[in-house]
């Protein structure tokens, strides 16, 4: 509505609400819009709060959409303490639960019907597959990375609840989780910043674990040992030359730096290869000296050719001399526009001058 109200000329001239609360909840934001829609010619009219133009009711729209702020971010304030209290009841505030666990009703006060999380019993058995792959791996593998359990589940056809193919986020996700031993935690981050809020402000909601506590602090320990291979190239290294111009030439996807040894191989590889494994691409993981060297030789060899330096210099040498021409076009121009100037200025000197010399005889 305000792309449309803002075009030139507007689809619209009038906008009407109920009350300037359903506008905007934020008296800058309002503000801002406001006089951003009078400029097109877009006015804004409330039902029942019906003000004029004149500056005294300019004020009073401004005193009423601050105490409409003060109010909405009251009643935020008591519906998330609300929300959090729930939480700590027990009880399910909304959105989809967790892989592992489906929402059933609890019970029902008045109108409202309360609901709890239980164990999925067909998701359930993904999550503990995948700690079972964090701690002892299958077969003789031994324990398994995010990335190791991401490739094995995908390669296994395993799928998320959604039916997609996990991915090393994902992954890591089900291993940093505490509600697979019983404690959901609510309220860890600002609906919109996305910050993460202090542990005193969490509400911890009790659920069926799926999970046992040691198995859960066995994977912590794991994970903090080892390198995070889950995470972006750029959170755990420095610039690489071809980063955002190389390309997977199966699917694709950008081609990033991926890490061993701590740091002591680099490598470039497909990204949806190190998210998805070989059921995602099958494309090459290349080390890094080796494609940046074979990229700059190849550079070299094409831009550095005896024929390739010829034409480049004949086009060079070109837009010199089409420069120089110009530039001496140019200063004749000037010349000429002085010769003009000059011209024009002559006669009316040589005038001031006899007239002068008559005034100096006269005296004489």
């Given at each position: 509505?305000?792309?449309?109200?803002?075009?030139?000329?507007?689809?619209?001239?009038?906008?009407?609400?109920?009350?300037?609360?359903?506008?905007?909840?934020?008296?800058?934001?309002?503000?801002?819009?406001?006089?951003?829609?009078?400029?097109?010619?877009?006015?804004?009219?409330?039902?029942?709060?019906?003000?004029?133009?004149?500056?005294?009711?300019?004020?009073?729209?401004?005193?009423?959409?601050?105490?409409?702020?003060?109010q909405?971010?009251?009643?935020?304030?008591?519906?998330?303490?609300?929300?959090?209290?729930?939480?700590?009841?027990?009880?399910?505030?909304?959105?989809?639960?967790?892989?592992?666990?489906?929402?059933?009703?609890?019970?029902?006060?008045?109108?409202?019907?309360?609901?709890?999380?239980?164990?999925?019993?067909?998701?359930?058995?993904?999550?503990?597959?995948?700690?079972?792959?964090?701690?002892?791996?299958?077969?003789?593998?031994?324990?398994?990375?995010?990335?190791?359990?991401?490739?094995?589940?995908?390669?296994?056809?395993?799928?998320?609840?959604?039916?997609?193919?996990f991915?090393?986020?994902?992954?890591?996700?089900?291993?940093?989780?505490?509600?697979?031993?019983?404690?959901?935690?609510?309220n860890?981050?600002?609906?919109?910043?996305?910050?993460?809020?202090?542990?005193?402000?969490?509400?911890?909601?009790?659920?069926?674990?799926?999970?046992?506590?040691?198995?859960?602090?066995?994977v912590?320990?794991?994970?903090?040992?080892?390198?995070?291979?889950?995470?972006?190239?750029?959170?755990?290294?420095?610039?690489?030359?071809?980063?955002g111009?190389?390309?997977?030439?199966?699917c694709?996807?950008?081609?990033?730096?991926?890490?061993?040894?701590?740091?002591?191989?680099?490598?470039?590889?497909?990204?949806?290869?190190?998210?998805?494994g070989?059921?995602?691409?099958?494309?090459?993981?290349?080390?890094m000296?080796?494609?940046?060297?074979?990229?700059?030789?190849?550079?070299?060899?094409?831009?550095?050719?005896?024929?390739?330096?010829?034409?480049?210099?004949?086009?060079?040498?070109?837009?010199?001399?089409?420069?120089?021409?110009?530039?001496?076009?140019?200063?004749?121009?000037?010349?000429?526009?002085?010769?003009?100037?000059?011209?024009?200025?002559?006669?009316?000197?040589?005038?001031?001058?006899?007239?002068?010399?008559?005034r100096?005889?006269?005296?004489?």
């Amino acid at each position: 509505m305000i792309d449309a109200a803002l075009t030139r000329p507007p689809t619209f001239t009038l906008i009407v609400v109920h009350s300037f609360s359903r506008f905007f909840r934020d008296q800058f934001q309002f503000e801002f819009y406001v006089r951003k829609l009078a400029k097109n010619g877009v006015r804004l009219i409330s039902i029942t709060q019906d003000l004029g133009d004149d500056p005294m009711s300019v004020m009073m729209r401004q005193i009423m959409t601050l105490f409409d702020e003060y109010q909405s971010k009251e009643n935020a304030k008591h519906t998330l303490r609300a929300m959090k209290e729930n939480a700590r009841q027990g009880y399910w505030n909304g959105a989809l639960p967790p892989l592992g666990y489906r929402i059933v009703a609890a019970e029902q006060r008045g109108a409202k019907i309360k609901k709890k999380l239980e164990i999925d019993p067909i998701h359930a058995e993904t999550v503990r597959l995948v700690y079972r792959l964090a701690l002892k791996g299958e077969g003789d593998s031994g324990p398994m990375g995010i990335k190791s359990i991401t490739n094995h589940l995908n390669a296994r056809n395993i799928r998320t609840r959604d039916g997609g193919k996990f991915g090393i986020a994902s992954v890591h996700q089900i291993l940093t989780r505490t509600t697979y031993i019983g404690q959901h935690r609510f309220n860890t981050r600002d609906h919109k910043t996305r910050n993460a809020k202090p542990q005193a402000e969490h509400a911890v909601m009790e659920v069926p674990p799926i999970i046992t506590e040691a198995e859960f602090k066995a994977v912590q320990a794991a994970l903090k040992a080892r390198s995070p291979k889950w995470m972006l190239p750029r959170a755990v290294s420095g610039p690489t030359l071809l980063t955002g111009i190389c390309f997977c030439a199966s699917c694709g996807g950008a081609m990033t730096l991926r890490t061993r040894k701590g740091g002591q191989y680099r490598y470039y590889t497909c990204s949806t290869k190190a998210r998805q494994g070989k059921s995602g691409c099958s494309g090459l993981t290349v080390p890094m000296d080796k494609l940046e060297r074979a990229v700059a030789d190849h550079l070299e060899w094409r831009l550095l050719d005896p024929q390739r330096l010829t034409a480049m210099m004949d086009q060079v040498l070109e837009r010199r001399q089409e420069w120089n021409e110009h530039r001496r076009g140019h200063i004749a121009e000037l010349r000429k526009r002085v010769a003009e100037a000059e011209a024009k200025l002559k006669p009316p000197l040589r005038g001031d001058r006899e007239r002068r010399h008559q005034r100096c005889r006269s005296f004489a």
